[in-house]
């Protein structure tokens, strides 16, 4: 449960639609995440979906997730300049003797969106 | 705002000096985590308290200690600094039964020199 991967950048234009992508090794992850950091900031839940879904939408936002694959990702409908930023996938595992709190993280993607 | 609160939100000292960085979880909240972010190891989780007890421990050192207070309150003490253990430390909250909802501070900025 502690390889989470992310690519590392992603450049968009605004308006465009981004979709950020990680994968994650453990198969008894119970719930996948997607935190945003701002530059100088902590981090941001943004949303969260739990292993037995497929997808979560929130707004502009649109979380797939494919067991088969072991395969999260984001996806920001209308990406703005206020959107630039970096988001982090991470997964909790419950597993017996531990408890849900323990997030692994991958090493965040760096969101430029261009005007 | 998360409704976590940490201080200080800078620190700078040098080696072999001890520090101690203090967490306040949003309220209601029974669970502490400290997380430690560093360019080499990235975000990694430290240890959780819940409701005064410790939880679960991560990739802790040994010089490194923590404690969660009648109030909830949490502090995380660092001893004999190293240059290696600058890093953003990052404290978060969570409801009872609700550990699966994270809520994250604005963070510590450690700097050892």
């Known amino acids: 449960g502690e390889d989470v991967e992310q690519s590392l950048f992603l450049s968009v234009r605004e308006g465009d639609s981004s979709v950020i992508n990680c994968t994650y090794t453990d198969s008894s992850s119970t719930y996948l995440y997607w935190y945003k950091q701002e530059p100088g900031a902590g981090l941001q839940l943004l949303t969260y979906?739990?292993?037995?879904?497929d997808m979560k939408q929130d707004q502009r936002l649109t979380v797939l997730l494919n067991k088969k694959d072991k395969h999260l990702s984001l996806r920001i409908a209308d990406t703005q300049t206020g959107d630039s930023a970096i988001y982090f996938c991470a997964e909790s595992i419950k597993a017996r003797g531990s408890t849900l709190g323990r997030l692994y993280f991958g090493r965040g993607t760096q969101l430029t969106v261009w005007p | 705002d998360s409704g976590v609160t940490q201080t200080p939100k800078h620190l700078i000292t040098a080696t072999g000096q001890r520090v101690t960085l203090r967490c306040s979880p949003r309220s209601g909240d029974l669970s502490v985590y400290w997380y430690q972010q560093s360019l080499d190891q990235g975000l990694q989780f430290l240890i959780q308290?819940?409701?005064?007890?410790?939880?679960a421990k991560g990739n802790i050192l040994e010089r490194f200690s923590a404690q969660q207070f009648p109030d909830l309150h949490s502090e995380l003490n660092l001893s004999s600094l190293e240059l290696g253990d600058s890093a953003l430390y990052f404290c978060?909250?969570?409801?009872?039964?609700?550990?699966?909802?994270?809520?994250f501070g604005p963070g510590t900025r450690l700097t050892v020199t």
């Open positions: 308290y819940y409701n005064g007890e410790e939880r």
């Open positions: 978060a909250s969570s409801a009872p039964n609700r550990e699966y909802e994270q809520y």
């Open positions: 979906i739990f292993s037995n879904m």
